[in-house]
């Protein structure tokens, strides 16, 4: 028995331009798999960082 996990049909038109049509939209999944981990790594190691520079310009002295 074989497991298919993704497929790509190639399809080529009379003027000779070649589609490729996947069975998987891996676009989208890359593109959401990567939004969810920079939002975490963000949160995780850019909220410190920013909490930091918020209370150094907060009691800056020019003010």
């Known amino acids: ?3 298919l996990e993704d497929a790509a049909i ?4 009379k003027q000779g331009k070649v589609k490729i049509k996947q069975t998987q939209e891996l676009v989208a999944s890359g593109a959401l798999s990567g939004g969810f981990w920079g939002l975490l790594f ?3 190691f850019l909220h ?3 909490a930091l520079f ?4 907060a009691h800056s002295p020019e003010r």
């Open 1 to 3: 028995m074989i497991d």
């Open 10 to 13: 190639v399809v080529r038109n």
């Open 42 to 44: 963000g949160v995780i």
């Open 48 to 50: 410190p960082m920013l």
């Open 54 to 57: 918020g209370r150094r310009l």
